[in-house]
């Protein structure tokens, strides 16, 4: 068991640094070849920390696991909101204009409840999922008209001036390290999701079970590390706006592509107790960015008692998972 369990550790740290490669070299090469820049905005902003959940899905999948790739998205989100968010509204000490996020939080709770109303059935189907990609494309689309200054200090980030943008040294360095990010990235997923089913078999626990706890938390690094940075600078904007982006990234393309490669089934836990719990969780962000009465410390503690409220029940009632 130890040795899975390293298995799955190292596979989790090729994964989200193999993905965090990936996007910036994909960004630093459209720049290079003077790409639009809504690819670089796409890459960068839109899926940025969600790649690590978009390939354990993707794999999962086709591994012929889908419901490992679907906790893992469950798990994400309510760890981006009961552990991550809790953990900047404490750390955070500058008071910041709350206001100024109220649109795209009441987008995510929008997004949210969506997404609990499809699955309502059972399953999200192909066209439940072309919708989902469709409604993220207006989402990302909505951000670039509403964020310029995000946008244009991403792109100033990877833009070069070239005259033979093809045969400078940048291209082949990026070309090289994508590559490597790749390889990372598929050896990463593939022997996660095996790790995942192994260790599930050894401990007697579900794959799912596994996905939304240790693998969650381990492709939720990324925005772990956004919110511990940006709450020691004071950069409310950059955290905020880096969970509510990564949950809607989550739901919409991740869950999106994986329902179009294959129907996705939710357990009777996912939809009386997960999803109504994402739900709950994001009302909560919503109603602390309305008010201004109410004490971050308290709505950090409420969010993160919450959290320690899903592991308890997963672990409970984990034949239901």
Known sequence: MLLTLFILIVSLALLVKGSDVVVDEIAALAATLRISPFIIGLTVIAIGTSFPELATNVFSVFAGTPEIGLGNVLGSNIYNLGFNLALGLFLLTVPFQRRYFLDDAIILLIITSLFLILALDGELSFLEGVAFLFLFACYFIYQMKTSPRRVVREIRTYTQDMEHPWLSLSFFRSLAYLTLGLVALIFGAHYLIS???????ELGLSGKLISMTLVAFGTALPELF???NATRKGLADVFLGNIIGSNA????????????LGPLSFSSFDLFFSIPLLLFLTLLLVHYLMSKQT????TGFILFFTYGLFLFS???FAGMV
């Open 195 to 201: 790790s995942v089913l192994t260790l599930s078999v």
């Open 226 to 228: 956004v919110t511990i």
């Open 249 to 260: 990234a989550n739901i919409l393309l991740i869950l999106g592509i994986s329902s179009v």
């Open 295 to 298: 004490s971050s410390f308290f």
């Open 314 to 316: 997963l672990f409970f």
